[in-house]
């Protein structure tokens, strides 16, 4: 298989695992944003449910920070009868200043995080925060939502990272056959040995091979893509949490939980 037809391949997976992830990533309900005044740091749940089972929820935070302030965000999930079952943390935060170049402004507007579920059903979650030393900024308004969205969009990302690898494996070796003015193109093929009597004597036949990536490429994409898109597995929280930078699960709660102490942590995190 030569190394254009190499790189076109890799160059339409690359296409399929973007187009796939955009797809996956859409909600599936329109799902209003809930003001966090009305539930930070108070005894009071928000609830949503969970439409089927295996189904990808997204936790969605979005808001302006003042200038040189941050905002961290707990977020505890509970099932309906009040087990725990995970905690979300994430922050927001604006900051300035100045350098050698001038002047600077970065910010965190927008913070996100997928989970699926494995079971359908109402849930509710308890939202905390904490701000920076001001405690005038305490009630910097931001809004959240949880979402149901078609799919887990980060099963395709390895098979996204391999293709790009391979396009730019494939670039560089055009690129390099350009510089020494080689041929781009090339042909693999392999001489049919004869076989009795043959009037045309050997001839050579184009190799299956592309027609073999090709039939690979697009089966394991589609398997990977209805994997994303379906999956009712049981799931362990405590184990899934594990490398998850924004999830924990506080076991204590858990336990507390289960047993039926209906406790509650609210432990939020520092944040930027």
């Given amino acids: 298989m030569s190394v254009i037809k190499t790189f076109f391949l890799a160059l339409v997976m690359v296409i399929l695992c973007l187009f796939g992830q955009t797809i996956l990533k859409g909600p599936v309900a329109k799902v209003p944003y809930a003001k966090s005044t009305e539930f930070s740091n108070k005894d009071i749940a928000y609830h949503f449910e969970v439409p089927q089972d295996g189904q990808m929820m997204r936790f969605e935070l979005k808001g302006t920070m003042k200038m040189n302030s941050w905002k961290a965000m707990d977020m505890e999930v509970y099932q309906a009868d009040g087990t725990y079952l995970f905690s979300y943390q994430d922050d927001l935060w604006s900051e300035s200043g100045r350098d050698s170049e001038g002047n600077?402004?970065?910010?965190?507007?927008?913070?996100?995080?997928?989970?699926?579920?494995?079971?359908?059903?109402?849930?509710?979650?308890?939202?905390?925060?904490?701000?920076?030393?001001?405690?005038?900024?305490?009630?910097?308004?931001?809004?959240?939502?949880?979402?149901?969205?078609?799919?887990?969009?980060?099963?395709?990302?390895?098979?996204?990272?391999?293709?790009?690898?391979?396009?730019?494996?494939?670039?560089?070796?055009?690129?390099?056959?350009?510089?020494?003015?080689?041929?781009?193109?090339?042909?693999?093929?392999?001489?049919?040995?004869?076989?009795?009597?043959?009037?045309?004597?050997?001839?050579?036949?184009?190799?299956r091979v592309p027609l073999y990536a090709w039939c690979f490429s697009l089966g394991l994409f589609a398997l990977l893509f209805s994997w994303a898109y379906k999956n009712d597995d049981d799931i362990n929280y405590v184990s899934y949490a594990y490398g998850k930078s924004h999830m924990t699960v506080d076991r204590s709660i858990r336990q507390q939980s289960m047993s039926g102490a209906n406790h509650r942590g609210g432990s939020g995190r520092g944040g930027k």
């Fill in 104 to 207: 600077w402004t970065e910010r965190k507007t927008k913070a996100s995080f997928a989970i699926r579920f494995a079971k359908k059903g109402k849930y509710q979650l308890y939202l905390t925060d904490q701000s920076s030393n001001n405690q005038k900024l305490n009630n910097t308004r931001y809004y959240f939502r949880v979402v149901p969205v078609r799919g887990d969009a980060s099963v395709l990302k390895p098979l996204l990272y391999v293709a790009l690898i391979v396009a730019f494996l494939c670039f560089a070796v055009l690129g390099n056959r350009y510089e020494v003015d080689k041929p781009l193109s090339g042909k693999t093929t392999y001489n049919k040995k004869p076989y009795g009597h043959n009037p045309f004597g050997d001839q050579a036949r184009p190799s």
